[in-house]
């Protein structure tokens, strides 16, 4: 089993930045995919960014050019740089990592940005 820890949000206005981390503990050998989701009130959770074990990353279109995911398996920790944020960018963002077919998910961490 994986435990996800989330931290770094909070609030930011408009053009700011923030980096968030994912702090990964437990069977963290077998993690091979790593992702930030967000889910803002009344809307679905969504995909954000993710990162393969190899180091593969994908972004929505969203937040491409402005958000970046990285890993660093030396501290078993992701991070999302989020840079130039938008009031649409307020959520509460998590972390879910893949760890040999088992699904964990983070407490969230909540990020606001305010106008």
């Known amino acids: 089993q994986v435990q996800l820890v989330e931290s770094g949000g909070g609030l930011v206005q408009a053009g700011g930045s923030l980096r968030l981390s994912c702090a990964a503990s437990?069977?963290?050998?077998?993690?091979?995919?790593m992702g930030w989701y967000r889910q803002a009130p009344g809307k679905q959770r969504e995909l954000v960014a993710s990162i393969t074990s190899g180091g593969t990353t994908t972004y929505r279109d969203s937040v491409k050019g402005r958000f970046t995911i990285s890993r660093d398996n030396a501290n078993n920790t992701a991070y999302l740089r989020m840079t130039s944020l938008k009031p649409e960018d307020t959520a509460l963002y998590y972390c879910g990592a893949d760890s040999a077919g088992n699904w964990a998910w983070g407490q969230g961490t909540q990020v606001t940005v305010s106008s």
């Open positions: 437990g069977s963290i050998l077998s993690i091979n995919f």
